[in-house]
């Protein structure tokens, strides 16, 4: 157990929908990241959160959006769904979000769209 | 980009062989992590090299990062049905101007070792 928690675990959805996939880092953490992984693509970077601000992203498309709160659980946001979204979802943590940390990550969510 | 190219994609052997897998980039990263990911779950760290040449064991794995500090290897000695799973590995990436280097991981080498 890694101590990140994301819901759902599975999600099954029609194209055009919207999803809120959330994640709760672990105790202590600052740093959330969200990573989507699908068979073709491997692991893809999507965006970074520090302490509720934005930090980097990467290749996250313009559908998708993601926060982190107050509280530093994270939301991402997912708008518009097309067939090729399905993937996992994950979520990781660190405490600094330094690029040399390990990055602990959740069980994923796994988003299916028909 | 800093690609990491990941060989073999697939690999199956039985139970009590070696084998190694390998990861490669054209760019120097300044470290090199390997996860483990296991169906349903997701990755888990194994090792961090940051020292080119420099080798590190955990039980039966066997890490080396390059001298170049361009590729890495990951040898498993007597390979048993628990090592089986998807294994990454993973090099800090300045993905665009101004950004914060993120990792980034390579395609992944599945792993299945047959009892």
């Known amino acids: 157990d890694s101590g990140v928690t994301q819901t759902p675990k599975h999600l099954i959805t029609a194209t055009g929908q919207r999803v809120t996939l959330r994640c709760s880092p672990r105790?202590?953490?600052?740093?959330v990241y969200w990573y989507q992984q699908s068979l073709d693509q491997g692991l893809q970077f999507l965006i970074q959160?520090?302490?509720?601000?934005?930090?980097a992203k990467g290749n996250i498309l313009e559908r998708f959006s993601a926060q982190q709160f107050p509280d530093l659980h994270s939301e991402l946001n997912l708008s518009s769904l097309e067939l090729g979204d399905s993937a996992l979802y994950f979520c990781?943590?660190?405490?600094?979000?330094?690029?040399?940390?390990?990055?602990?990550f959740g069980e994923g969510s796994r988003l299916t769209v028909l | 980009t800093q690609l990491l190219e990941q060989s073999p994609q697939f690999l199956s052997i039985q139970e009590g062989e070696n084998l190694t897998v390998y990861c490669n980039s054209s760019?120097?990263?300044?470290?090199l992590q390997w996860y483990r990911q296991e169906p349903g779950e997701g990755p888990v760290l194994l090792v961090t090299?940051?020292?080119?040449?420099e080798v590190k064991k955990l039980k039966r794995l066997t890490f080396q990062f390059g001298d170049a500090r361009k590729d890495s290897s990951l040898h498993i000695t007597a390979a048993q049905p628990g090592d089986t799973g998807l294994y990454l590995c993973?090099?800090?990436?300045?993905?665009?101007?101004?950004?914060?280097?993120?990792?980034?991981f390579g395609s992944g080498t599945q792993l299945t070792v047959l009892p």
């Open positions: 990781a943590s660190t405490f600094s979000g330094s690029d040399t940390g390990e990055l602990f």
């Open positions: 105790s202590g953490d600052l740093s």
């Open positions: 959160y520090y302490n509720g601000e934005e930090r």
């Open positions: 760019s120097v990263f300044s470290s």
């Open positions: 090299v940051v020292t080119g040449g």
């Open positions: 993973a090099g800090p990436t300045i993905l665009s101007s101004g950004s914060a280097r993120q990792l980034t």
